[in-house]
């Protein structure tokens, strides 16, 4: 069992690793049972929380009925460059919450929302984090090279990197 202290660490971690990626696949279940995955835009904010994401939606998308019927979500960040990779669970609900909005806005949610923090179908999406898993291997080509090398030699343990789950409060 990890300590308190290696549990914060993991999760800073794994905000270090989604830190930079733009945008995420955002999983939720359909009114049928199926998964549908979605691209979104994403920015870590400075005062984010370490146990929420937050995303800008349109509250008349198809996503909103079914968070609100399924609330339970999966947010997958990859970036395959530095081959790090996150898996993030957590419970979703739309919030409409301007000056929320505001501390979040960036130019570029103006393609989707025209009218900027006026616009009608403006709502923010939060996830409560529950739990996360990560994948973080060796970002220079060349230590990876080196570990194709070994691997071919029988040292197949080069290869794996970092997995960790991570449980979140």
């Known amino acids: 069992m990890s300590s308190d202290s290696d549990r914060a660490k993991d999760q800073d971690h794994i905000f270090k690793l989604i830190k930079d990626i733009q945008f995420a696949m955002f999983t939720t279940t359909d009114e049928d049972g199926s998964l549908r995955a979605r691209p979104m835009a994403y920015k870590q904010g400075d005062s984010d ?13 198809s996503k909103v009925p079914e968070i609100k019927k399924h609330s339970h979500v999966n947010v997958s960040f990859s970036n395959p460059s ?3 990779y996150v898996s993030i669970s957590g419970r979703a609900e739309i ?20 009218q900027e923090l006026d616009d009608p179908h403006l709502g923010l999406l939060k996830v409560t984090i529950e739990g996360a898993e990560y994948w973080d291997s060796a970002s220079s080509i060349m230590v990876r090279a080196v570990g194709y090398v070994k691997a071919a030699f029988g040292d197949g343990s080069t290869l794996e ?8 409060p």
């Open 49 to 61: 929380s370490k146990t929420e994401l937050w995303f800008f939606t349109r509250t008349d998308s």
């Open 95 to 114: 919030i409409k919450d301007k000056a929320k909005a505001k501390e979040l806005w960036n130019p570029y949610l103006k393609a989707w929302f025209p």
């Open 82 to 84: 530095h081959q790090s």
């Open 161 to 168: 990197g970092e997995h960790k789950k991570v449980n979140f």
